[in-house]
C-alpha cells in the first residue's frame, strides 16, 4: 500500500499539490486525471522520491519508493540503440535480450530494435520508453502519461501490455492520462485531480459518466464531442 | 619571416635527425603530459559529475572556488610543489623533487580544477533529464554517474582536451619541479624556455611546432576514441 | 654519443647521482655540457644539472636539494658558507664581464672609455637606453656594484629597463631596443651573430667575474651525497679538466672563455 | 610549511603596503588579462557558435585544429608574436614589442582557441532544438545564434572563465613580448618567476595568493552578472 | 500554393518519407495523420526547409518557406518568462506585449505570464508553445501535434485559437495529429500517411468513417473502442 498523508508542495510560493489523504492499494490499475498543470506529474514524482514534498509524507507497506519503476513524462532516450535502450534497466543480464525483444515486440517496434534510441520519432521513442520500463518487472510501476504521443492504432498495444503486466504479476500502476476513455478502458479506478486536490475518484466509467463536482463536469464537457 | 621559415626546417630535422636526446625529450613530455591528464581527468570528472548533479549548500561557493582554481598560475604550484618535495619539506624523504613523478604531481594540481570546473557545468544541462529516468528504471547512483558521463561523452570530450593542452604547454611547475634536467627530466616546454633563454628563438619554435604536432596526434586519437 | 650511452648505462648500474645546481649563465655558456660526459665517464657518477636563477640556485643548495653549487656572485657565495650551509668557497675560475652596446653608441663608449665606472657615467649623462637584468643575479649584482661605486641611482628613470630575466632575453632586448646592457663574455659570444650588438668595453679591472664551486654542508643535510661531491670537486681541480677549462672555446671563437685561477690548498 | 605561512603574511603586507610598484602591477595584469579575455570571448563564442551550429565539410577537421591550438605553448606564441613585432620583422614599424598592446595580442592567440574549442562543444547538445525553433518563429540567423549564446550562458560562463584562467596564469607568453620591465610591462605573473628566480619563494606564493583573490573576484563577478 | 513534388528522404538508407505528389491550397486547414513514425514530422520539416529531400522539391506559390511559422514536435522554451517567450518572435515590438497577453489568454494560461516557461507543465509548455506561434499572425503555420499533451478540457481553447486565425486572417494550417476526432473538428481536408506514403486524402469525416485502403481501416480499428 502507499499512503499520501498531508502532502503539500509548492513552487515559487504558488501550491501545485495539496493533498490530505489518499491510498494506493496493490495490484490495481489506477488513473491520474485533471487539466494541465494540476500536479499530475508533481503526484508521481512526489510518490517515486523524484521531489520531496514541503510537508505530509509517503507511507509505504511493502516496496518502498526506491524499488518502483517510474516512466517521466520526457523520458530520456540513451544515445545507443533501442535494444540496449530496454535492456538497461535488466539487474540480470542472462535473459535480458529475450525480455528486450519480446518487450519491443509487445509495443510494436519490432523493426527499430537497432535504430539510435535518439533519432526515433516522438510516438516511437514514447513506447520504446514505455518498453523500458516494463520490461522490469517491478511490483509498482509509475507511468507519466504513457501514450499522449502514441497513434490511436498503437494505443491498444501499450494499453494490453499494462493489463498483462497488472494480469499476470499483479503489479500496481499508477497512470496519468489526458484521455478518460483509455482511463475507462484501463483503470480500476480513476482520480481526478484539479489545482493540486484530490476532486473525486472512483470507478472510472461511474465518475466520467455521472460526474457529481461542478469542476469534474466542466473537465468533460468537451469530452467526445 | 625567415626565422619562422628557418624554424620549419628545424623542426624537420629535429624530428628525422634520430637523435636520441630529443626522441627521449618527445617521451618523457607525452609521458608527463598523458598520465598526468588521465588522472586530473578521472579525478575531475568524478568529482565534477558528483558536484554537478547534486544540489546542496554552499555549491554556488564552491563552483567559485573551483573556478578560480582554474586559473591557478603554473609558477605557484610549481613552488607548492617544491617546498611539499624539497629535503626540508614534509614530504621530502620521499625524494621526488627533480625526478617525473613530481611533474606529474604538480600537473595534477593544475589540471584537474580545470577539467572539474567545466565538467560541472558541461553536464548540467542534462543531469535532472538523465537522472530522473535513471532513478525511474532502478540504476544505482554510481550507474546514474556513469550514464551522465557517457550521455556528455561529446563534451567532455573537449574538456578533457581542454586539461590536456594546460598540461602540454604548461611550463612554471614542470620547470621548478622537475629542473630541467637534460636526460632526466627534461620536456618540451621547458627545453623551448632553455631555447628561447638562450635567444635560440628558431629552435624553440621549431620545438614549438613538434609540440603542436604530438597535441595534434593525441587530439586525434580522442575523437577517434570519442566516436567510437 | 656512443660514449654518452655507455657512460649512462654505467652510473644506472651504480646508481650513484650528483645534483649541481647552476646559474643559467654557467649553463647557457655550454661549458658544463662540455665537460659533463668526460666526467660520467671518468667516475661513473650521472650529473643532474639544475640551471636556475642565482637566488633560486642558493636556494636550492639551501633546501639541500642539490650536492654542489657551481655559481659566481661572491657575497651570497659567502653568507651561504658563513650560514654553514656550504663548506667553503673553492674560486675555480674566472673572466670579464664585458660591456655591449649597438653600433650607433650614444654615449661615446667605445675606445675611449678604461673602465666601467666610466662607461656607466656617460650612459647615465647622455640618457642612452640601459637594459639592467634586474634579477638578483650574479650579472645584476654585479651592474648595481658598479653604479654604486659610481655614485649613481639609475633606478626610476626612463632609460634605465628593469627587465628581471635571463641574461639571453636581455641580450635579445636590449639589441631590439639599441641598447647598452651588461653581461657575461660566455653568453655574449655564444649570440652574437643574432645580435645587433658588440662589445664595447672588455677586459676592465672593475668587470672581473669569479666563478666558484662549494659543496653543499653534509652536516646540514643529510641527503647531500657527499662521496659524490668529493669526486666532482677532485675531478674538476685536477690538471686534466683545468686544461679543458682553459681551452673551453678556443676552437669556436678563438679565444677561451674561462680563466683558470685555481689555487691548490694545503 | 613555514615558507607558506610567511607567504600569507607577506601577501597580506603586500596589499596594505600602499606600494606604488605593486598596484602598478596589479592593475596592468587586470587590465592585459581582462582585456584580452573579453576580445577572445567574442572572436571564440562567436565563431564557435557558428561553427557549432552548422554542419559542413571538413568540420571535424576544423574542431580537431581548434581544439589542438587550446594547447598552444605560451612560450611558441610569445615568440612568434616577437618575431612578428620585432624591430626587424614584419610589424616592426608598429614599435608595439615590449609594451602591454603586445601583451594583449599573444594572450588573445592562446586564449581565443581554448574559449571558440570549448564554445564549439558547450552549445552542441542544444543547438539543434534551439535552431528548429527559432526558425519555427522566424527569427533570422543571427537572432538565432544569440539565443543560442544565451541558453548556453550558464556553460559559456565557465568556458570564459577557463579562458580567463589561462590569460591570468599565463607567463610564457608576457614575459617575452612584454618584457617584464619593472614600472612599464610587469604584471603578477612574471614578478613571480622574478621573485621565485631570485629564491624567494615565499614572495613568489604571496603574489601568487594576490593573484587567485583577483581571479577569484573576476569569478564572482561574471557569475553574477550570469545570474542576473 | 505548396506543391511537393517526387520528394524522397531516408534515414540510415530506409526511406521515410515517399510523396509523389501533394498539394497544400492556401486559407485551408490540413490535418495530417498516421502510425508513429509514418513521417509527419518529417513532411512538416521538408515544407518548412528543416530539412532537405533526398530528391524532389517543394514548389511555393505566395509565400516561401522562410514565411512559414512552424511549431516542432519538441518545442524549445526558453530561459524567461512565459510572456517573453511569446513575444520573442513578433517583429513590431509596439504592441508585442498587448498580442502576447492575448494569445496567452486564447490558450487559458493567462495567470502564468511571469512564470519561467522552463519550469512549466507538458501540456502548459505545448499551450505557450503554440500562442507563441500564432501570435505571429503568418499567412502559413505548421503545427506539428499541438495538442499532445493538452488536456480533454482546453484543446478546444487551441482548436478555436485555430480556427478563429483561419477565419479571420485566412492563415493555411498544416496540423499533424493523433486524434481523428480533432482532424473531423478542424481539418477541411485529412491527409492518411503510411510508411512514408500518401495512402488516402479527403473531407476528414468521410474520410475516417469509410475508409477505403486497409491500412486506413485498420489504422482506425481501435478507435474510438
Ligand atoms: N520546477 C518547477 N518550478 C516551478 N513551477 C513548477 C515546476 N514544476 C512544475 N511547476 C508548476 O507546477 C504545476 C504542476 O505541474 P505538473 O507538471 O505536476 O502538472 P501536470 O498536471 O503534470 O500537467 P500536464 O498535464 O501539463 O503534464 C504547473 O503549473 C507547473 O507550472
Ligand atoms: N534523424 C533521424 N535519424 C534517423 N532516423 C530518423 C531521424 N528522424 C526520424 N527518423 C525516423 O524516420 C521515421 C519518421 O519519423 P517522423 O518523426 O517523421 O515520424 P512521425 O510520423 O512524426 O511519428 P510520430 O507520430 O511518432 O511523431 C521514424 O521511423 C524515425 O525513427
Ligand atoms: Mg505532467
Ligand atoms: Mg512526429
Not at chain 1, 63 to 75: H, I, N, S, T, V
Not at chain 1, 84 to 104: P, W
Not at chain 1, 122 to 138: N, Y
Not at chain 2, 129 to 149: D, Q, S, V
Request: proline share 2%; hydrophobic share 40%; with cysteine.
Amino acid at each position: 500500500m502507499i499512503c499520501l498523508k498531508e502532502i503539500k508542495k509548492s513552487y515559487n510560493g504558488r501550491i501545485v499539490l495539496d493533498i490530505d489523504d489518499l491510498l494506493f492499494e496493490r495490484g490495481k490499475i489506477y488513473a491520474v486525471l485533471g487539466p494541465n498543470g494540476s500536479g499530475k506529474s508533481t503526484l508521481v514524482k512526489i510518490i517515486k522520491g523524484i521531489e520531496k514534498p514541503d510537508s505530509g509524507e509517503v507511507l509505504y507497506t511493502g516496496k518502498k519508493e526506491m524499488d518502483f519503476a517510474y516512466l517521466p513524462q520526457k523520458p530520456y532516450m540513451f544515445n545507443f540503440s533501442v535494444l540496449k535502450n530496454i535492456m538497461m534497466g535488466i539487474a540480470n543480464k542472462d535473459d535480458a535480450l529475450k525480455k528486450a525483444k519480446d518487450a519491443l515486440k509487445q509495443v510494436g517496434l519490432e523493426n527499430l530494435k537497432e535504430a539510435r534510441a535518439c533519432s526515433l520519432s516522438g510516438g516511437e521513442a514514447q513506447r520504446v520508453a514505455t518498453a523500458r520500463i516494463l520490461v522490469l518487472d517491478k511490483e509498482v510501476v509509475l507511468l507519466d502519461e504513457p501514450a499522449a504521443a502514441v497513434d490511436v492504432s498503437s494505443i491498444h498495444l501499450v494499453e494490453n501490455y499494462i493489463k498483462k503486466a497488472n494480469k499476470e504479476n499483479k503489479t500496481t500502476f499508477i497512470i496519468t492520462t489526458h484521455n478518460p476513455s483509455q482511463a475507462i478502458r484501463l483503470a480500476d479506478e480513476a482520480i481526478f485531480l484539479f489545482e493540486g486536490r484530490v476532486y473525486e475518484r472512483g470507478e472510472p466509467e461511474k465518475l466520467f459518466k455521472n460526474p457529481e463536482k461542478s469542476e469534474t463536469i466542466s473537465f468533460l464537457a468537451n469530452w467526445r464531442i | 619571416m625567415t626565422d619562422i621559415l628557418n624554424s620549419f626546417t628545424e623542426a624537420f630535422n629535429l624530428i628525422f635527425s634520430l637523435d636520441r636526446e630529443i626522441y627521449g625529450i618527445i617521451l618523457l613530455t607525452l609521458f608527463v603530459t598523458v598520465f598526468s591528464t588521465i588522472i586530473s581527468s578521472v579525478i575531475g570528472i568524478s568529482s565534477g559529475v558528483v558536484i554537478g548533479s547534486k544540489e546542496f549548500k554552499g555549491k554556488k561557493q564552491l563552483v567559485r572556488v573551483v573556478q578560480t582554481l582554474m586559473g591557478l598560475p603554473p609558477v605557484v604550484v610549481g613552488v607548492l610543489v617544491y617546498l611539499m618535495l624539497s629535503r626540508k619539506g614534509p614530504l621530502g624523504e620521499l625524494g621526488l623533487l627533480f625526478t617525473a613523478p613530481a611533474m606529474v604531481i604538480a600537473q595534477v594540481i593544475i589540471v584537474t580544477p580545470i577539467i572539474m570546473g567545466l565538467t560541472i557545468s558541461a553536464i548540467k544541462s542534462k543531469a535532472e533529464c538523465i537522472e530522473e529516468t535513471c532513478k525511474g528504471l532502478g540504476l544505482g547512483y554510481i550507474r546514474t554517474l556513469a550514464m551522465l558521463i557517457l550521455e556528455c561523452r561529446y563534451q567532455l570530450t573537449s574538456v578533457v582536451l581542454a586539461g590536456y593542452g594546460r598540461a602540454i604547454s604548461e611550463v612554471g611547475a614542470v620547470m621548478l619541479v622537475g629542473g630541467n634536467i637534460q636526460y632526466h627530466t627534461r620536456v618540451i616546454t621547458t627545453s623551448i624556455v632553455l631555447e628561447t633563454g638562450k635567444g635560440n628563438y628558431d629552435k624553440g619554435l621549431a620545438l614549438g611546432i613538434i609540440l603542436l604536432l604530438i597535441s595534434f596526434i593525441i587530439n586525434w586519437t580522442m575523437q577517434r576514441i570519442q566516436e567510437v | 654519443t656512443k660514449n654518452d650511452e655507455k657512460t649512462e648505462e654505467k652510473s644506472v648500474q651504480n646508481g650513484s647521482v650528483l645534483t649541481l645546481a647552476t646559474t643559467t649563465s654557467v649553463n647557457d655558456s655550454g661549458l658544463l655540457e662540455y665537460l659533463q660526459p668526460q666526467f660520467e665517464q671518468d667516475t661513473g657518477v650521472t650529473l643532474k644539472i639544475i640551471a636556475q636563477g642565482t637566488g633560486q640556485a642558493i636556494k636550492t643548495g639551501e633546501d639541500g636539494n642539490a650536492d654542489v653549487l657551481f655559481i659566481h656572485d661572491k657575497k651570497s657565495e659567502e653568507k651561504f658558507v658563513a650560514d654553514g650551509n656550504g663548506l667553503s668557497r673553492i674560486e675555480l675560475m674566472y673572466n670579464y664581464f664585458v660591456l655591449v652596446g649597438s653600433e650607433d653608441d650614444p654615449a661615446k663608449i667605445s675606445g675611449s672609455a678604461k673602465s666601467a665606472e666610466e662607461c656607466f657615467k656617460r650612459i647615465m649623462g647622455s640618457k642612452s637606453f640601459f637594459v639592467s637584468r634586474g634579477d638578483d643575479s650574479g650579472t645584476h649584482k654585479k651592474e648595481l656594484g658598479i653604479w654604486k661605486k659610481a655614485g649613481l641611482t639609475p633606478s626610476g628613470n626612463d632609460w634605465y629597463v628593469s627587465a628581471g630575466k635571463g641574461m639571453g632575453e636581455v641580450l635579445k632586448m636590449a639589441s631590439e631596443k639599441k641598447a647598452y646592457t651588461l653581461t657575461d663574455k660566455a653568453t655574449f659570444l655564444s649570440m652574437k651573430d643574432k645580435l645587433d650588438l658588440k662589445i664595447l668595453l672588455m677586459d676592465a679591472k672593475d668587470l672581473f667575474n669569479q666563478y666558484t664551486i662549494i659543496k653543499v654542508n653534509p652536516d646540514k643535510h643529510k641527503h647531500v651525497n657527499k662521496k659524490n661531491s668529493d669526486k666532482f670537486v677532485e675531478w674538476m681541480t685536477s690538471e686534466k679538466v683545468l686544461v679543458m677549462i682553459n681551452n673551453f672555446g678556443k676552437v669556436k671563437y678563438g679565444e677561451s672563455l674561462f680563466y683558470v685561477n685555481y689555487v691548490k690548498k694545503d
